[in-house]
């Protein structure tokens, strides 16, 4: 893409994102003009859930959004220092609502509400960051869950002011949510206008749209084996969590949801299933992290759908899981470039639970820490997975709106799934460094029958005559140097990792007190090396360590056996617990 496409492609969409910003603030306006509204035609009942830890800190002064932290006691939400776009758009998606109402006291309460009025006051009239659709859809389903805890010994005033701009939300949402994203962000939009219509007397108009179009929706996105573009589980979660809330709220008064919107529900679950770890929590791939916990649980049994986890490729990761096991492999081409703005470089990566201990894992997203974070995170080394020398197994590339995109991915990336008497295994494939070093990377991953033990092997070679001719080609520019690469294995911060056997082999401790070795075939070099792990929800990134294999490739191929067994359980008297 040249430098004056790339002029052209930015000129375009700062044009559309002006044009988006006045019609949002002319509808915002223009929803004044709603009917009246001054009750509920049904009691509204919460389904969000929120920490009370984050509410405490919220209440002590302790503002800690999209990686910021900002200490601000006694000082108003809505008068805070805003870091970022993004801390200030948690902010008006009122998502933090959820903590104060976890919560629940007097002071809890009062300080809720008085925050909201105060948006209100400020903000109410179209003004401000928060008129987008989707933080819209995101706020008004937060006034409606928590509409109890907010009005209750409310003025009459006070609740006439509330209940009119909630009818001015759902006003300017029944005009806007086309101009939401395609995906999450539409979802959030379309369930806060369902909300909207069910729950504000004289605004049934609204369900009957929002319904077909939700559905529309969820048949558009929602491929047939239960998988979104952008490949993210976090998302397709987030996505299947709004499906089942607005399915609950049609059901509740009477009104049946369309049969695309429950079909798509239907195909995600068992998807989802096949993405959880055997701690609960979600694999960590394309910008997702593992879910706030007890999240995937509560959406999975909201559903109703009791299916089992899904055979082969789930969304394109392969599953293996046997005793307390659970291995959750990237074994798909990357979202294509225009879904791929969160996409990782993680093709073929892999992350292994144990129990309630996760133990090899990826760095995950660094979009709380910055844009370098954000940058390393999204790269090829940051995952359990093999990586050539300074290079990803799929490039980036600024697109439309300094974005960087994923471009240069794997074009074919193949697998096949067994099992058998001894357990389960997969072989995968991809050609991301045949283009540039001729390469093809293979890798099979066993566990046994027992999940007591993984063997892993990759490959790294010039398997076809083509890439024979690639490969030479780059030796005789290198001066015949071989081609280095590396084999990482992240570990989770909660493992204690130590080199034994005179570097043979690695212990890991996890807190449980279960005990697992890697060892390798002797034949590259092993070291133990500092690493990160990217936690949304946190200050800055968690030191930890990687497993790190170092080879070499000048004979068309280089083959690395390595294994990772449990040589001794945890307590099995007490629960795992911290």
Known sequence: ???????????????????????????????????????????????????????????AGNFLFAGFLVEAPGVSIWQVERPDGAFEAQLHGFAWLDDLAAVGDAAARNLARDWLIEWIDLYGRGKGAGWEPELAGRRLIRWINHAVFLLGGMDKPVSDRYFRNVARQARFLAKRWRAAPAGLSRFESLTGLIYAGMALEGSEHLVEPATRHIAEEAALRI??????????????????????????????????PQRQHLLAIE?????????????????RFHGGGSGAEGRLDQALAASGVRSTAATGLAMGYARLA???????????????????????????????????????????????????????????????????????????????????????APSDVRVQQSAGLDGASVLATH????????????????????????????????????????????LNRNAMQPVRFDIRFHLHPEVEAEIDLGGTAISLTLKSGEVWIFRHDGST??????????ERGRLKPRATKQIVLTGDVLDYSSQISWSLSRAQDGNRHIRDLD
């Not at 033990?453 to 690639?470: F, I, W």
């Open 1 to 59: 893409m040249d430098d004056a496409t790339l002029a052209r492609n930015a000129l375009g969409t700062r044009l559309d994102h002006a044009r988006n910003r006045f019609l949002n603030r002319l509808h915002a306006r223009l929803g004044g003009f709603a009917k009246p509204v001054t009750a509920f035609l049904s009691q509204p009942e919460p389904k969000t859930i929120g920490s009370y830890a984050k509410g405490r800190q919220l209440m």
């Open 223 to 256: 491929d047939p084996e239960g998988g979104i573009p952008s490949r993210n589980p976090e998302e397709l979660m987030e996505v299947f969590t709004l499906l089942n809330w607005a399915s609950s709220a049609l059901s509740e008064e009477g009104h049946m």
């Open 267 to 283: 195909r995600i679950a068992p998807t989802l299933r096949a993405l959880r770890h055997s701690d609960g929590g979600l694999a």
């Open 322 to 408: 046997a005793g307390r096991t659970s291995v959750v492999m990237d074994a798909s081409a990357p979202p294509k470039p225009e879904n791929s703005y969160n996409a990782h470089a993680s093709t073929l990566a892999f992350e292994l639970t144990s129990g309630r201990r996760p133990i090899i894992v990826c760095c995950g997203t660094g979009a709380d820490f910055g844009t370098e974070w954000r940058r390393a995170g999204r790269a090829t080394p940051s995952h359990s997975v093999l990586a050539i020398d300074g290079y990803s197994s799929s490039r980036f590339v600024t697109g439309e709106g300094m974005q960087e995109l994923l471009v240069d």
């Open 431 to 474: 050609n991301g460094y045949s283009p540039t070093h001729g390469l093809l990377h293979v890798r099979r991953l066993d566990l046994s029958l027992d999940g007591r033990e993984l063997l892993g092997e990759d490959t790294l070679g010039a398997l076809s005559e083509t890439d024979r001719v690639t490969f030479e080609a780059l």
């Open 525 to 534: 070099d092993v070291a133990l090396d500092a690493s990160v792990y990217l």
